[in-house]
Nanobody
Framework: QVQLVESGGGLVQAGGSLRLSCAAS????????MGWFRQTLGKEREFVAA????????VYEDSVKGRFTISRDNAKKMGDLQMNSLKPEDTAVYYC???????????????????WGQGTQVTVSS
């Protein structure tokens, strides 16, 4: 089992940067695929980025390509989402998620993930 805790959210001006972190517990974190999702009030949670267990595969939602970078450090049991050139429309609660997948795949749908963090608020002012 894996427990996830996000950190790094906050308030930033448009064009600024934030780095979100996801700390994982559990001995087998390295066998889990990871993803980041976000949700705004009244809307469904949407996919942002995903990374396979060893970082060999990465995928991004189109609106964040070239601005966001997902990464992970299995030795530290950490996943990160570096967000640059932030826009007001990036404002949301951001969640990290994990699913058991010790093979080179990425998951982009909510139902494919078994474990979720509590979320961290990101607010981008214009």
């Amino acid at each position: 089992q894996v427990q996830l805790v996000e950190s790094g959210g906050g308030l930033v001006q448009a064009g600024g940067s934030l780095r979100l972190s996801c700390a994982a517990s559990g001995r087998t974190f390295s066998t889990y695929a990871m993803g980041w999702f976000r949700q705004t009030l009244g809307k469904e949670r949407e996919f942002v980025a995903a990374i396979s267990w060893n970082g060999g595969k990465i995928v991004y939602e189109d609106s964040v390509k070239g601005r966001f970078t997902i990464s992970r450090d299995n030795a530290k049991k950490m996943g990160d989402l570096q967000m640059n050139s932030l826009k007001p429309e990036d404002t949301a609660v951001y969640y990290c998620a994990a699913s058991y997948a010790p093979w080179d795949v990425v998951h982009i749908r909510e139902y494919e993930y078994d474990y979720w963090g509590q979320g961290t608020q990101v607010t981008v002012s214009s």
